[in-house]
């Protein structure tokens, strides 16, 4: 790894953290000798890098230090691109838009010697074909989840029949080229995953879901942990 990189990733590992990282752990994530990661932090600090510590205790970066976010590894770079290839699948199209805006913009700001690892990274998953059934527009379902927000649904079950349900949204998983939403139910009184293409209408109400979204979601996994061991299907 040269220098330059290796002072990069110093940053991002520090940045990551919330605790003091010892010198053995950046050692070990870099491959490298400690003495070699002393002159290296030694170096940062030089450049007026914020970083606090000493040796035997370790090392944090401060907080309010701001460093140009696109400055990508070869390994960040590729991660993002399998992340797009991945939502490539997912028959989604405002996901998969949005996917596509994301890789738009890095490339309009990557430096010009980073290209490459786009336009020809060293990974990449089976082009499976997505599912040309038409699916639900995902957006108001995220919004609601993202405000807190109950949500008026109509949905279709498995035997056709087509119901009106309120519901607390907790998350849109995907699952394969399916998107589900996780819900808690309110007429149910128990947590629901309802298949988007069968949900036939969304309101996003003006109630707020009655507990925090924290809450929520740790009572939606702590009931997951119980369905997977006795698993039902899908709404």
Known sequence: MRKADRLFQIIQILRRSSRPVTSSELAGELEVARRTVYRDIAHLIAQRVPIEGEAGFGYILDPRYDMPPLMLTPDEIEAVVLGVQMVARVNDAAIRNAAGD????????????????????????????????ATLDTRPLRLAIREGRKLEIDCRAADGAVTSRIVWPVLLGYADTHSLLIAWCQSKQAFRHFRTERILKVEILDDAIDMSKTRLRQQWRQWRDVEMRNPVGAQ
């Not at 980073?114 to 089976?126: D, M, N, S, T």
């Open 102 to 133: 994301v890789m738009a913009k890095i490339k309009s700001v990557m430096p010009q010697d980073l290209l490459p690892y786009i336009e020809g990274p060293a990974v990449g998953i089976k082009p499976d074909a997505v599912s040309a059934e």
